[in-house]
């Protein structure tokens, strides 16, 4: 089992920054790929942007250029920086734990290829 736990959701206004973090405890593996989610109400829940063990990344179009995702293996931790933010970007942004036990692991934008699920962080970008 994978516990994942976010922090750094917040209310911010068009063009502001934040920071959010997740951090994976219990049965990690350091090959693991992560990645970040979001969810605005209404609509479907949405790739933004995954890195596997060795840094190598993958941005969903909205968020090139403007996010950027890194991790700590040490830590366990994967953070997404956001920049230039959006209202649109205002949504419930999920952690999203892949178990691979080999080094040629890619990063997926598929929900389903993912195993386990942070609670999520709320995001709220005012205009």
């Known amino acids: 089992q994978v516990q994942l736990v976010e922090s750094g959701g917040g209310l911010v206004q068009a063009g502001g920054s934040l920071r959010l973090s997740c951090a994976a405890s219990?049965?990690?593996?350091?090959?693991?790929?992560m990645g970040w989610f979001r969810q605005a109400p209404g609509k479907e829940r949405e790739f933004v942007a995954g890195?596997?063990?060795?840094?190598?990344?993958s941005n969903a179009d909205s968020a090139k250029g403007r996010f950027t995702i890194s991790r700590d293996n040490a830590k366990n931790t994967v953070y997404l920086q956001m920049n230039s933010l959006k209202p649109e970007d205002t949504a419930v942004y999920y952690c999203?734990?892949?178990?691979?036990?080999?080094?040629?692991?890619?990063?997926?934008?598929?929900?389903?290829?993912?195993?386990?699920w942070g609670r999520g962080t709320q995001v709220t970008v005012s205009s």
């Open positions: 890195i596997n063990w060795s840094g190598s990344t």
């Open positions: 999203a734990y892949r178990v691979c036990s080999g080094l040629g692991c890619r990063v997926s934008s598929v929900m389903r290829d993912y195993d386990y």
């Open positions: 219990g049965r990690t593996f350091r090959t693991s790929v």
